[in-house]
């Protein structure tokens, strides 16, 4: 699916201005590969590129971020995941992709939210929840306490 991207080492992709690094690395990744990710992306309303799967992740950033959407109960079916250790090309394509350096890789409607840091900050405050529930990945918190109250 993905094509090896450069056989460069990274020093010497480095030794530019940080926009000049910036846009070399969006130039290797071809259009194929960058078709294919966003492909992925838009396939469901929450994707998480992460290390390892949900039931078993590889890495404490993948399992916290998992933990959190866990917590604000996002079904299974509105989520999708990769896992990026399966694949190398995968790896380093969703990090040029994306312009962000670390997995896990947080998408919600086809936008980039963050990291793991990004990802427990925004939770911390409330916006995911508010996220979440604008583009009905789980249900407003006052239809949620009507569903349960007309139940009883």
Known sequence: MFRHISRLPLAALTRGSPRATSSVLRRLLSSEARAHIQNA??????VLF????PDLPQCGFSRAVIQVLDLHGVPPEKMRTYNVLEDPELRNGIKEFSEW???PQ???KSEFIGGCDIVLGMHQ???LEDLLEKHSIIPK???EAAARATSS
């Open 106 to 108: 947080l998408y919600v």
């Open 41 to 46: 992306i838009d396939a469901s309303p929450l």
């Open 50 to 53: 992460m290390k390892g799967t």
């Open 141 to 143: 918190a006052d239809e």
């Open 101 to 103: 350096p670390t997995v």
């Open 125 to 127: 405050s409330g916006e």
